[in-house]
């Protein structure tokens, strides 16, 4: 029932942007928090990023803020990850996630690499 489905994925060199957006449906979309994570092979995954369900406030990794912009838009059941000043290190596959009555759902990921 629940259905996440990540895009916007793609290839940039150091310094670029891409923007990802999430596609949620199955549940009341507007009453729960959404969260990005990433996760790089032979690594455990990290959270990148997350929204309360209003979209007021967020919180980032470390690693990625003054960077990352998470937002989401709940007439549109939507999230977006904005990433600017992209790093070789951003490199993985960025799942979006929601806590559902206790079940965390994942979409079926996004491949962003950084590289020349």
């Known amino acids: 029932q629940v259905h996440i489905v990540e895009s916007g994925g793609g290839t940039v060199q150091p310094g670029g942007s891409l923007r990802l957006s999430c596609a949620a449906s199955?549940?009341?979309?507007?009453?729960?928090?959404m969260s990005w994570y990433r996760r790089t092979p032979g690594k455990e995954r990290e959270l990148v990023a997350f929204i309360i369900s209003a979209g007021g406030n967020t919180n980032y990794a470390d690693s990625v803020k003054g960077r990352f912009t998470i937002s989401r838009d709940n007439a549109k059941n939507t999230v977006y990850l904005q990433m600017n000043s992209l790093k070789p290190e951003d490199t993985a596959v960025y799942y979006c996630?929601?806590?559902?009555?206790?079940?965390?759902?994942w979409g079926q990921g996004t491949q962003v690499t950084v590289s020349f």
């Open positions: 199955g549940f009341t979309f507007r009453l729960y928090g």
């Open positions: 996630t929601a806590r559902v009555r206790g079940f965390d759902y």
